[in-house]
């Protein structure tokens, strides 16, 4: 039996592997003779699942000793208020800075202007031309030396991956090269987390919802330096006082039980691939094959520049948009589910997460070759 292949940009493809574990254990793990959604997140067996999911994730990414990893709820959308109630107030500024590249950014720009003063560091909301390519807004990224930086900063927030707009920024920078040494990086990598390695000697904070790349929903990870916690606002609620989070070990209240689970079986699985340079190799295979099969077609295109392109999210448009329909129902019908664009760009949107396999890209590759005979 073949599955379909699913390019959902999330809650997205998980591996076979991990759902087929999942399912094998679903009534007893491991000899427990408890569902994992059935037992206690304080007894021995959670404990221990709990407790390898932190190590074999500090392992697969090399997380330094001095950054904590957390779980959490709320998806990023709430730890775009959790992120400034936590660390816009530990400078006594005030101040937060943010760089602006598409849907994910913006949003999380306007919920932290709630709870200080928060400015735009940077925006591609503009049109420009690049390398001689007339880019859009929201296809291109504003490169750091342009950033407008104050140096009092709480913390300068990006989005490494707009999960929409397809476009990838993993140039980071070193703030202290652009005279902002004491303003840390908080990263929203919701969807390309666990997709290539980080560089944890450049950030304060890393964030990402599993539901892209890392697990189901439910679960929020977040990786922060320690120096950073211990600052919040006295608004900010218990529950979401990272300083609170950490002493509990991610159990200030009962977490996402399940979801930790299934994130855990998935680093697990990551680890068996060959851990994060593997997967990063296959990534950029997938990337390549397609990118590359797009950029010879006159049929389809794609608009995103190319020094930024998303591994992850890859957003294609055909030229002649009255086929749309038509593409997504034959797509559909050879098991490719799952490519309508997000309705803020239109189009098409083939999410290639780890979990998406090269040959799942052959057979998207394939399909768009046949759909341009038939159509071209
Ligand atoms: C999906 C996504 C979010 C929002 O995640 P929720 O879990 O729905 O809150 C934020 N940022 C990025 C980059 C995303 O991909």
Redesign the pocket.
Same mark, same amino acid.
């Given at each position: 039996m073949t599955r379909p292949w699913n390019f959902s940009a999330?809650p997205s493809a998980l591996p076979l592997e991990v759902l087929e574990q999942a399912a094998r254990e679903m009534t007893d793990w491991q000899g427990s003779g408890m569902s994992v959604m059935e037992m206690s997140h304080r007894g021995k067996h959670f404990t221990r699942i709990r407790d390898e999911a932190v190590a074999d994730l500090r392992e697969l990414l090399s997380i330094p000793e001095d950054f904590e990893i957390l779980f959490m709820q709320g998806?990023? @959308?709430?730890e775009n208020a959790i992120v400034p109630l936590n660390l816009i107030g530990r400078r006594g500024t005030g101040k937060a800075d943010y760089v602006l590249s598409g849907s994910?950014s913006n949003?999380s720009y306007k919920e932290a202007q709630r709870y200080g003063d928060v400015a735009v560091a940077g925006s591609s909301g503009e049109a420009v031309v690049l390398e001689d390519r007339q880019q859009s807004p929201w296809t291109w990224f504003p490169a750091p030396d342009t950033w407008k930086l104050r140096a009092d900063a709480a913390y300068l927030h990006f989005?490494a991956?707009?999960?929409i707009g397809g476009v990838e920024f993993m140039d980071w920078p070193d703030m202290a090269a652009l005279g902002a040494a004491d303003v840390p990086l908080v990263v929203?990598a919701?969807?390309n987390f666990l997709s290539r390695p980080i560089d944890f000697s450049k950030v304060g904070m890393v964030y990402a919802?599993a539901?892209?790349n890392a697990g189901p929903?439910g679960v @929020?990870i977040v990786v922060v330096r320690k120096d950073l916690i211990g600052h919040a606002l006295p608004v900010c609620p218990s529950a979401f006082d990272y300083a609170n989070v950490a002493e509990a070990g991610s159990m200030f209240n009962t977490p996402p039980t399940y979801a930790i689970y299934i994130a855990g079986l998935v680093f697990k699985w990551l680890k068996r691939q060959g851990g994060i340079p593997a997967i990063e190799a296959e990534n950029i295979r997938k990337a390549e094959a397609l990118y590359g099969f797009l950029d010879t077609s006159d049929f389809y295109q794609s608009t995103v520049h190319p020094s930024v392109r998303s591994r992850m999210n890859v957003p294609f448009f055909l030229k002649n948009e009255s086929l749309n329909a038509e593409f997504l129902a034959q797509a559909e019908s050879r098991g490719l589910l799952q490519l309508k664009g997000h309705k803020s760009v239109g189009g098409m949107r083939a999410s290639i997460y780890n979990a998406v396999p090269f040959e799942g890209v052959q057979a998207l590759i394939s399909f768009l070759q046949e759909f341009e005979r038939q159509h071209g």
């Open positions: 999330g998806g990023a @959308t709430a994910w949003k989005c991956n707009e999960t929203d919701s969807s919802g539901q892209k929903a @929020t």
